[in-house]
């Protein structure tokens, strides 16, 4: 949890990894950071005309310490955000990433605000022990954001 002066935040994500049977095969809560680039852009939708786009998507990796962008990205694997909302101080964002998708040993995570692979900026990360998606298996990324 990070702290300023009257402003604290808390950010997790739940990572489950799903089998062709639709059967969880592992569930993971692990906290999470978000970068420079995430906290400028949520103070940037205070504006009247926000100058910096919204984070619509996420990508998979094989790296770990990604500050500004994953260390190493799963080519095809940046996916539209399945669903984003807020209830009263909490966003929620899911990611579906589906059979075929990020296929590997997945050690990274990120938000971020392009649809394009390996670029734009990185909003919340996270590194975690290998997560092994099968080709067949779907992985369900739910970031959640508290601010208080």
Do not use: C
Not at 32 to 54: C, E, F
Not at 76 to 83: E, I, L, V, Y
Not at 131 to 143: P, R
Request: net charge neutral.
């Amino acid at each position: 949890m990070k702290k300023g002066s009257n402003l604290e935040w808390d950010t997790n994500v739940t990572l489950e990894l799903i089998g062709e049977n639709g059967a969880i095969k592992d569930k993971r809560e692990i906290h999470n950071s978000v970068t420079n680039a995430g906290l400028y852009g949520i103070l940037d939708q205070m504006l009247a005309s926000p100058t910096l786009s919204k984070a619509t998507h996420m990508e998979l990796g094989t790296g770990t310490g990604g500050t500004t962008a994953l260390s190493s990205y799963i080519s095809g694997s940046r996916t539209a955000f399945t669903s984003k909302n807020r209830s009263n101080n909490v966003v929620t964002i899911i990611a579906d990433f589906g059979a075929g998708i990020g296929t590997g040993a997945i050690t990274e995570a990120g938000t971020f605000d392009s649809a394009t692979q390996n670029s734009g900026n990185m909003w919340m990360y996270s590194t975690f022990a290998v997560i092994n998606k099968a080709a067949s298996d779907t992985l369900k990324i739910t970031w959640t954001l508290t601010l208080s």
